[in-house]
């Protein structure tokens, strides 16, 4: 299957600091990325839709300032926790769409979990 | 009505069984449908799509009913690495819109 590649894997920082996690497509274009968020014994919670060259649709109770997205090409967008507090804290997964062909299939990154002390 | 919901369970099962999960959706025009699979702590994997005329993939069967709006996969002689939380997951919508996932089946195969 296609490989999305997110990095960092783990973070821990203090409260107050931004925190930037970056989820690339490593063998297929994504004009569609995704990015979740899940806590401990949680289902996946859909954070926002990363639109290439476009801004991001934000979910119902997601704050977009809070929460940057970027999708500057079409392999890469990243996730920007800006002013983290322990309240974010969570694991953070991206997603990207193959598309074409018939597919609809999403393929996730490894994630980041975040700890922000 | 929830889009996708799932029996939470935990199911525990002995090695070597057969254990059926069920999943329904409330979109009758949904697209596509898979089963992804999540470890602990882990990123969730696809599993296998499901197609109409129902198909299979080894120890694993897939079922889709678009009469009643479930879906089912079925897992025959269950080993212990089977140990994991199953997502169902639909395309509610047509488009480029994400997918929607349940809330998984957490299944634990006990030797």
């Known amino acids: 299957g296609a490989v999305v590649s997110q990095h960092p894997s783990w973070v821990i920082c203090k409260s107050g600091t931004s925190v930037k996690i970056e989820c690339r497509s490593l063998?297929?274009?994504?004009?569609?990325m995704f990015w979740y968020r899940q806590f401990p014994k949680q289902s996946l919670m859909l954070m926002a839709t990363s639109n290439e060259g476009s801004k991001a649709t934000y979910e119902q109770g997601v704050e977009k300032d809070k929460f940057l997205i970027n999708h500057a090409s079409l392999t890469l967008s990243t996730l920007t926790v800006t002013s983290a507090h322990p309240e974010d804290s969570s694991f953070y997964i991206c997603?990207?769409?193959?598309?074409?062909?018939?597919?609809?299939?999403?393929?996730f990154g490894a994630g980041t979990r975040l700890s922000v002390l | 009505r929830k889009e996708v919901e799932q029996d939470p369970g935990p199911f525990n099962v002995p090695e070597g069984a057969t254990v059926a999960f069920n999943c329904t959706y409330s979109n009758s025009a949904s697209q596509s449908f898979f089963w992804y699979r999540q470890d602990c702590r882990k990123e969730p994997k696809l599993l296998m799509s499901?197609?109409?005329s129902g198909n299979e993939d080894g120890r694993f069967t897939a079922q889709l009913n678009r009469a009643s709006q479930y879906i089912s996969l079925l897992i025959r002689d269950s080993k212990l690495s089977d140990s994991a939380t199953y997502l169902c997951?639909?395309?509610?919508?047509?488009?480029?819109?994400?997918?929607?996932f349940g809330k998984g089946t957490r299944l634990s195969v006990i030797a």
């Open positions: 997603s990207a769409r193959e598309a074409g062909g018939g597919k609809n299939i999403q393929y």
């Open positions: 063998d297929f274009q994504a004009t569609t």
């Open positions: 499901v197609y109409s």
């Open positions: 997951v639909v395309n509610i919508r047509p488009g480029n819109t994400p997918l929607v």
